[in-house]
C-alpha cells in the first residue's frame, strides 16, 4: 500500500511538473512574440481569442467526437455578451467582461448542446450549422442591442486591475490575452486528464460501450458543451475587448468552419494540436495574403491539402512521431 | 431454488417484420450461476443480450434485476444495477491503454467520473484495485501499452477487465473466445474461472468443449425460442437438441 501511495505521489509530482512546463513554454513563445512582433501584437491578441475557439471546439470535436461547424455561436455569444455589457450596462471592467463573457458563451454552449445532442452524425452536424445561423439571425435582428450589421461598438474597457490602460499598440490587450490563454490551457490540461475528461475521450471514441460501463453520455457531452462554451465564450470577450467592436462576423458560420480547419490542421483531440493549427493558420493568412492579396486562400488551401495528406493527425501529430522516430519513445 | 434470482427475463418477445427474433424467452439467473446460452447461428442470442441491456427493446416482456423490473431504464442505468456485458467483436477504446480502461471502469462504478479535477494515477485506492483486476488476468505486464497494441487474445482479456471493475451481479459474455487464435483460449479459458464466486455468469458460446467445461447449466436457443433448459449432460442427450445444434458441431467454432 505504501509503495501505491509513493507511485501515486510520484505521479501526482510528475503530473504537476508537466502541468508546469508546457505553460512555461507557451509563455516564452508569448513573451517571445511580444518582442519580436511588437507591431503586430493586435494579429497576436486575435491569434489568441481565436485559440480559445479552437481549444473549444478540440474539447467538442477533438475529445467527445462531435463535429461542429457552429462553435462560432459560443464564441459571438461571449464577445455579444461582453459587448452589450460594456455598452449598455456599463460593465467596463476588463475582468468583469470577461467573466460575462465566458458565462454568454456557457449558456450558449447549453444551447446548442441541448440542440445538438439530439442528433448523430451527420443530421447533428446539420443542426450545429443551424444554431449558428440562427444565433446570427438573431444578432442581426436584434440591432438596438448588437447594432445588427454595422456591428456594436461604445465599447471602452477601463483599465485592467484599474492600472493598465488598453493602449493603442494593443499591449495590454495582449499581455492580458496571454494571461487568459495559459488560465485556459492550464485549466483544459487538468479537466482533460480528470476522470471526466477520460470519460469524455471513451465517449469519443465509442460511446455506445460507455454506455454499457454504466455511463450517461448525454449527459456528460452536455456538460462538455457548457465547458466548451465556456472557453469560447472567454475568447469572444478577448476579442471584444480588444477590438472594442463586436461584428456579426464572430457569429459566422465561415468562422466555424475556418475555426475547424484550423483544428485540423493543428491535430484535433491534443490541446497542443488546437494551438499550433491556431497559431499556424492565422500567421500564414497573414503572411500569404499580405503577400498575395488575391490568391492567398488558394495558396492556404493547397497547403490544407499537403498537411491533410501527408500529416493526418495534424501538424503536432507529425511533430510528435517524428519526435517518437528520433527519441524511440511511443 | 428458493433464493431470488438476481435477474429474470419475463416472456421476452422480440418481432422484426412477421419474424420472431425472440420468442417468449423466460430466464432466470442466480448468484453463482454458470450458464451458457448456445444455439445455431441466427438463433437470437446476442438479440437476447442486446433486449436484456436495452439496447434493443422488445415487443413485450420484462427484464428483472433482483426483483426490481426495469424495462424503463436506460441501459446505463440497468449497468449502474450490476448488469454488465462483453461484447462478442471487442469495443475497445484504442487511444487509452490498458490501465486507463480499467481505471475508467473503476471511477465510473464509483460514481466519479463527472469530476473535472485529479488523475487516476494519483489515486492510490484505483490504482489497488487496478492492478488486483490485471493481476487476475495476467495483464499486468501490458497495463501502460495501448489497447491497438495488444493482440486479439489480450484485447478479450481488457474486456474480461473492464467488466469485473465495474464489479457486477450479472454479467452476460458474448462469445468471449470467439476470434481468439488456438494457443490463447486456456489464458482465457483460466480468466473465465476465476470470476467472482458469487457473480451470476450468462456465456454466449460456440465452443461446445468450452461450454461443457465451464456451464453447469446450458439454454439452448432455436428460432428465438428457449428449446432446452438443464443439465450440459441432458443437453447433449436430447433428441431436439441434437437436431437443432449439435449437428452444427463440427464447423461450430467460428464467429458468428
Known amino acids: ?330 | 431454488m428458493n433464493r431470488e434470482p438476481v435477474f429474470e427475463a419475463v416472456g421476452l418477445q422480440k418481432n422484426f417484420g412477421g419474424v420472431a427474433v425472440a420468442d417468449n424467452i423466460t430466464l432466470a439467473l442466480y448468484a453463482g450461476d454458470r450458464v451458457a446460452l448456445i444455439g445455431p447461428n441466427g438463433a437470437g442470442k446476442t438479440t437476447f443480450v442486446n433486449l436484456v441491456t436495452g439496447n434493443v427493446a422488445p415487443s413485450a416482456g420484462k427484464v428483472r434485476l433482483a426483483g426490481k423490473d426495469v424495462m424503463a431504464e436506460s441501459p446505463a442505468m440497468r449497468v449502474r444495477r450490476g448488469l454488465v456485458r462483453t461484447f462478442q467483436l471487442t469495443r475497445l477504446f484504442q487511444r487509452m491503454t490498458v490501465a486507463e480502461h480499467v481505471a475508467l471502469a473503476i471511477l465510473q462504478r464509483e460514481g466519479r467520473t463527472g469530476r473535472l479535477v485529479g488523475n487516476f494515477r494519483a489515486m492510490p485506492n484505483v490504482l489497488a484495485e487496478m492492478r488486483e483486476i490485471l493481476a487476475t488476468l495476467d495483464l499486468s505486464l501490458v497495463a501502460d501499452r495501448l489497447v491497438c497494441e495488444l493482440g486479439y487474445g489480450q484485447q478479450r482479456l481488457v474486456e474480461i477487465a473492464l467488466a469485473l471493475a465495474l464489479k457486477p451481479k450479472v454479467l452476460l459474455l458474448d462469445e468471449p473466445t470467439a476470434g481468439v487464435p488456438a494457443g490463447e483460449t486456456a489464458r482465457l479459458e483460466s480468466a473465465l474461472d476465476q470470476l467472482p464466486p458469487d457473480l451470476a455468469v450468462l456465456m454466449i458460446e460456440h465452443d461446445i468443449d468450452l461450454v461443457f467445461r465451464f456451464a453447469r447449466r446450458v439454454v439452448v436457443l432455436d428460432a428465438g425460442a428457449v428449446i432446452f433448459d438443464g443439465q450440459p449432460g441432458d443437453a447433449a442427450a436430447s433428441a431436439q437438441v441434437r437436431r437443432v445444434y449439435l449437428g452444427n458441431f463440427t464447423d461450430a467454432r467460428h464467429p458468428a
Open chain 1, 1 to 330: 500500500m505504501t509503495v501505491l501511495e509513493n507511485e501515486a505521489e510520484t505521479a501526482h509530482k510528475q503530473g504537476a511538473m508537466r502541468l508546469v512546463a508546457a505553460p512555461m513554454l507557451l509563455l516564452t513563445l508569448a513573451i517571445a512574440g511580444y518582442f519580436l512582433f511588437p507591431d503586430n501584437l493586435a494579429l497576436l491578441t486575435r491569434i489568441i481569442a481565436i485559440s480559445l475557439l479552437v481549444l473549444s471546439i478540440d474539447l467538442v470535436t477533438g475529445i467527445c467526437g462531435v463535429a461542429t461547424l457552429g462553435q462560432a455561436a459560443m464564441f459571438g455569444a461571449g464577445a455579444y455578451a461582453a459587448g452589450i455589457g460594456a455598452a449598455h450596462f456599463g460593465i467596463t471592467d476588463p475582468l468583469a467582461m470577461t467573466v460575462v463573457g465566458a458565462f454568454g458563451g456557457a449558456l450558449a454552449g447549453l444551447l446548442s448542446g441541448l440542440v445538438m445532442l439530439r442528433a448523430h452524425g451527420l443530421p447533428q452536424l446539420v443542426l450545429s450549422i443551424a444554431v449558428v445561423h440562427l444565433f446570427h439571425e438573431a444578432a442581426n435582428k436584434a440591432s438596438r442591442w448588437t447594432g445588427g450589421s454595422d456591428g456594436l461598438t461604445g465599447i471602452t474597457p477601463s483599465p485592467l486591475l484599474g492600472l493598465f490602460d488598453f493602449d493603442l499598440w494593443g499591449r495590454t490587450a495582449y499581455i492580458y490575452g496571454v494571461f487568459l490563454l495559459l488560465l485556459t490551457f492550464v485549466a483544459l490540461r487538468v479537466i482533460v486528464s480528470s476522470p471526466f475528461g477520460m470519460l469524455c475521450r471513451g465517449i469519443g471514441e465509442d460511446a455506445t460501450r460507455i454506455e454499457a460501463m454504466g455511463g450517461d453520455v448525454r449527459g456528460t457531452m452536455l456538460k462538455m458543451f457548457v465547458i466548451a462554451g465556456f472557453v469560447a465564450g472567454t475568447g469572444g470577450a478577448l476579442g471584444a475587448i480588444s477590438t472594442q467592436v463586436v461584428g456579426l462576423d464572430t457569429l459566422s458560420f465561415a468562422l466555424s468552419a475556418e475555426a475547424l480547419v484550423m483544428l485540423v490542421l493543428g491535430g484535433a483531440g491534443s490541446l497542443y494540436g488546437a494551438l499550433t493549427g491556431t497559431v499556424t493558420f492565422m500567421w500564414l493568412e497573414d503572411v500569404i495574403s499580405a503577400a498575395n492579396p488575391f490568391h492567398w486562400m488558394t495558396i492556404v488551401g493547397a497547403l490544407l491539402i499537403a498537411a491533410v495528406l501527408f500529416a493526418p493527425r495534424g501538424l503536432y501529430g507529425a511533430v510528435e512521431e517524428l519526435a517518437a522516430r528520433i527519441w524511440g519513445r511511443r
